[in-house]
């Protein structure tokens, strides 16, 4: 008699991701292409894209889209943009730029620069956020880097701030995000 066979849930629940993940085109960055790696919607929808042959455990440099329906209006954006800067405070991080700017069109949106020392790995995580309207609601574009040198990773992201801040900044300002709709979902 044969059986059949039935793949664990987790299996399949990986099965999935790898079909959804392999449909959404790579969004280019400083003309990386960096591949959707891992999504979720716990309490708002998150696209996690890592650089080519890295992953969301073990990263570099990090690209997150979150995307914000409770902020529809300008001032539930400046809401979501304090409320972003209070939890990186409470989670230790250091505010090194917060303010609001405005693109090519004048719309405005906020932008903030944030490290994290993490001392027992020899490195700094910075974070740089922009939190925009979209044409429904509010998102968030998360460019992450993680700067490590076993001898002064201090004076290296320093450094890495001097030289890359405002390149960053322009490319996220200028980032043209994929339609938030088309991209996979997954609750939990």
């Known amino acids: 008699m044969k059986t059949s066979q039935t793949l664990p849930f987790c299996a399949l629940l990986g099965s999935l991701f790898l079909t959804a993940a392999s449909t959404v085109e790579p969004v280019n ?9 891992s999504y979720n919607q716990k309490a708002n929808a ?13 990263w570099t440099t990090l690209f997150t889209i979150v995307d914000r329906p409770d902020a529809r209006t300008r ?14 405070k409470a989670k230790g991080g250091k505010v090194l730029l917060a303010k609001t700017m405005g693109n090519a069109t ?3 949106y ?13 490195r700094f995580e910075l974070n740089f956020v922009k939190a925009a309207l979209g044409p429904k609601n509010a ?28 390149e960053i900044g322009k490319e996220l300002e200028n980032k043209k995000l994929p339609a938030l709709e088309t991209l996979p979902r997954r609750e939990f």
């Open 29 to 37: 960055l400083f003309g990386r292409p960096y591949r959707l790696a």
């Open 46 to 58: 998150m696209w996690e894209f890592a650089a080519p042959n890295e992953t969301v455990a073990n």
């Open 75 to 88: 001032p539930d954006l400046d809401r979501l943009a304090q409320g972003i800067l209070d939890t990186y």
């Open 106 to 108: 004048g719309t405005p």
């Open 110 to 122: 906020n932008y903030m620069v944030v490290a994290f020392d993490q001392p027992a790995q020899k």
């Open 139 to 166: 998102y968030m574009a998360i460019y992450g880097v993680r700067v490590t040198d076993p001898k002064d990773y201090a004076a290296k992201a320093k450094a890495f701030l001097n030289e890359r801040s405002a």
